[in-house]
């Protein structure tokens, strides 16, 4: 029977058990977990711009000659491999990996040549791994020259059945060239890509000059170059600045246009010209990691919910090229604003976030700016350098070993003969005699018959004074700082040859374009601009018509209503309603029932009384002024500004009480300087327009004296035009009173009877 007490030879389970406080072992275990994340998954080495993955993935197609020279090679076989050898996580996460090396939208440098769906800039996602193909870029190839060099140390895989190296060495500058991003255990990463002529360009300053400042740095390394190109629309302090500390924020913007032209720069408007002045919006690029599908349908959401009536429809036309066209409501559309409003409400703008935080080669993370980065890289490169020319003079070293016992058996050939033919072991007899070292004697032993010829021995010198050189040279340049420089920078402008801007790889994708001040905000700028007749009937309804109708045109009513208000106004107009009570309200002409019916009554869209009545409705004029006057003669000018109703309840702007009501709103001209005043007693005054004030509200001051009744009307004009009025009538005739003086007193007087033939309804009109 089973004990329940461990036996002597069996170990006692609980021994392995240790006491230890809660926190502690929790602190530790998640610092470990997190020194993994930040160091073996989610940040990049500064020195091949790679993680870990996708080091990995580019190794494992290297060891399966998936050159670019060569057949692709399904992606599951790579997959495989990768997460078989040297990458024990999720097939999932290791294929994606590969799908983004992939795609020329994501990376500026494609690592990866695909062939299948690799997905695209829809955000459609690539197929599975089983139906796509793969194979290296000569890019990737650039990246990886040298491992077999000696340049880089290997380190066993998870398992230790194989090895992988710990970076690759070569001079492409992947870090900058290609971006990254990661997010870690309490830091991330994020690296915009940028072009390879720029970096070097930098670098090649920096080296000769290694003081030299951020600020000539970025002459020549201008900043971001997307891979799906588009705009930088900060200013170029701002970027600066962001690269100055490794830290800041990429303002990114769609590209406006409709091609390139025969230059091949872009068509920098947008503007597509149609027939009869019709026009549409089109768009060639997309702000990088914005997918166009998503795109486009917010686009289409903020038609459908009419967050933008000057926006008509959106149509994708994109083949292989990007062509998102845009139909704006009519052309009148301002252009600028619809590209404005389109840029505030959509990812047509994004900011890409800068953090260069990476390993460096201690593999230690920092948040690095841009001249400490390209130093740390420029010694990296010098390291791979020297560790090349070592790997080399050794190798030069063991040939020349080599080739000194070649020429020493050319020169006493008969005797080597002799010796292997007589001795048994003929290998000690040939060290005693000749000198040579066990390796040169194996050598001499193991060539061939073939090879015992009078031309191989001139070759063998030939090569061994090619390789003397060759040290020669090679020792000097581990004695010279200046000559590992200029090494440098030889390959350095080797590679800008290759990627220049003159390449269609090497070309800048971003345009680099300080965008205008921002315009601010309005939604009344989203109304499309038409004309329109405002029509006001005597029982309140109202009504807009389109187009400008002449005022005295026939109109239906209800039956008992008819007309009292009619102006000409934009739908982009505010509309002031005066109310007799002295409230002002404002409605937008844009909000306006359509004329096919009667309208809707004024009170049902505003706050307003059912005793109150409404006097005047006129159209609001920035910076204009009118002229209010209450039936007791008191009055005051008010700014049009000031009469603007926020809400439905309108503004208290004249006083009133019982009994007084609000009767006179007239606009006041510009080039008015005298107010008419008129009393139901039939007497005109006429005074300077200056002795009214300007009030945002009250009641303002006596602008006529009346011992029986009230004021009837009041107006202003230029004295020197005179007084019209008209004549009435169906002549349409006015007559205009020149000579004022007679009227002309101060404000506050009782006044005279007005001109022979002024209108009996005591109204100028």
């Known amino acids: ?86 990458h024990p996580h999720g097939d999932a996460s290791v294929y994606d990996a590969m799908v983004r090396l992939a795609q020329d939208f994501a990376l500026r440098y494609p690592l990866v040549e695909g062939q299948g769906n690799f997905g695209n800039v829809d955000g459609d996602n690539a197929a599975a791994y089983r139906y796509t193909e793969a194979r290296l870029t000569a890019t990737a190839v650039r990246l990886m020259a040298g491992l077999e060099d000696g340049t880089v140390d290997f380190h066993p895989t998870y398992n230790g059945e194989e090895e992988e190296p710990e970076i690759f060495p070569g001079l492409f500058p992947n870090l900058l060239a290609n971006g990254a991003t990661g997010i870690a255990v309490g830091m991330a990463t994020s690296i915009p890509s940028h072009n390879v002529a ?44 962001a690269y100055a500390s490794g830290k800041g924020a990429i303002r ?15 068509e920098p408007t947008g503007i597509e010209k149609l027939g009869g002045g019709q026009w549409q919006l089109v768009i060639a690029e997309i702000p990088y990691m914005v997918a166009k599908g998503k795109l486009i349908e917010a686009i289409a959401g903020l038609i459908a919910d009419k967050k933008l009536p000057i926006l008509e429809d959106v149509r994708d036309e994109s083949d292989t090229a990007i062509r998102i066209v845009l139909v704006p409501k009519s052309r009148n ?14 990812e ?9 935080n990476v390993l460096d080669a201690r593999r230690t993370p920092g948040v ?23 790997h080399r003079l050794g190798k030069i070293a063991d040939r020349l070993e080599l080739l000194g016992g070649y020429i020493i058996a050319y020169l006493n050939l008969d005797r080597i003969i002799a010796i292997i033919r007589t001795e048994d072991e003929p290998k000690p007899v040939m060290i005693a005699e000749f000198a040579l070292t066990d390796r040169q004697a194996e050598a001499i032993l ?17 090569e061994r004074d090619g390789l003397l050189a060759e040290q020669a040279e090679l020792n000097a340049l581990l004695d010279s700082p200046a000559r590992q420089r200029t090494r440098l920078k030889r390959e350095l402008m080797a590679l800008r040859k290759d990627y220049g801007p003159e390449t269609a790889l090497g070309r800048r994708r971003t345009t680099l374009a300080e965008a205008a001040p921002t315009r601010e905000f309005n939604a009344d700028a989203m109304i499309e601009k038409e004309p329109v007749t405002v029509i006001v009937s005597q029982r309140g309804w109202i009504r807009a018509a389109k187009g400008h109708l002449p005022l005295d045109a026939d109109v239906k009513f209800k039956e008992g209503d008819g007309p009292a208000f009619a102006l000409h106004a934009q739908t982009t107009d505010k509309l002031l309603i ?73 503004r208290a702007v004249l006083a009133t009480k019982p009994g007084v009501k609000l009767v006179v709103v007239r606009e006041i001209a510009p080039e008015h300087d005298h107010v008419a005043v008129i009393g139901d007693n039939r007497k005109l005054v006429l005074f300077a327009l200056n002795e009214v004030p300007v009030l945002a509200k009250g009641q303002g001051v006596a602008l006529q004296r009346y011992r029986d009744g009230g004021m009837a009307d009041a107006i202003t004009l230029r004295l020197a035009d005179g007084l019209s009025w008209a004549m009435g009538g169906d002549s349409g005739r006015t007559r205009t009173e020149k000579d004022l003086a007679p009227w002309k007193v101060a404000r506050g007087a009782a006044g005279r009877l007005p001109p022979n033939g002024f209108p009996r309804d005591n109204r100028f009109g």
């Open 1 to 86: 029977m089973p004990s329940d007490t461990p036996t002597g030879d069996a170990p006692d389970p609980f021994a392995a058990i240790t006491d230890a406080p809660f926190d502690a072992a929790l602190s530790e275990r998640y610092l470990v977990y997190a020194l993994s994340t930040i160091t073996a998954r989610s940040l990049p080495d500064l020195r091949d711009g790679l993680k870990p993955v996708h080091r990995r993935l580019l190794w494992a197609m290297r060891q399966l000659r998936l050159n670019p020279t060569d057949a692709f090679k399904k992606s599951a076989r790579v997959v495989g491999d990768v997460i078989g050898k040297y």
């Open 252 to 266: 990114q913007r769609a590209r406006f246009s409709t091609g390139r032209d025969d230059t091949g720069a872009w």
């Open 578 to 650: 005066a109310l007799d009570n002295g409230r002002f309200y404002t409605i937008g002409a844009d909000k306006l029932p359509g004329a096919r019916g009667f309208g809707e009554p004024v009170r049902t869209m505003l706050d307003i009384g059912p005793e109150a009545q409404i006097v005047a409705v006129l159209v609001w004029r920035s910076g204009g002024q009118v002229l209010l006057a209450a039936n007791t003669g008191r009055g005051f000018a008010a700014e049009m500004d000031e009469l603007l109703a926020e809400t439905r309840k309108g």
């Open 368 to 390: 690095l700016g841009l001249k400490p980065l390209l130093q740390q890289w420029v010694i990296a490169q010098i390291d791979i350098m020297l560790r090349r020319t070592r």
């Open 198 to 241: 720029e970096i070097v360009d930098a670098t090649l300053l920096l080296i000769d000059n290694p003081h030299v400042t951020h600020d000539d740095l970025m002459r020549v390394f201008h900043g971001p170059d997307f891979a799906t190109g588009g705009l930088v629309v900060d200013s170029a302090a701002a970027i600066s600045a």
């Open 348 to 356: 047509l703008e994004s900011r890409f976030s800068l953090n260069l």
């Open 446 to 462: 193991n060539m061939r018959l073939r090879a015992l010829r009078k031309l191989e021995e001139m070759e063998l010198r030939r």
């Open 333 to 346: 559309v301002d252009p600028e604003l619809l590209k404005e409003s389109l840029c505030r409400l959509t």
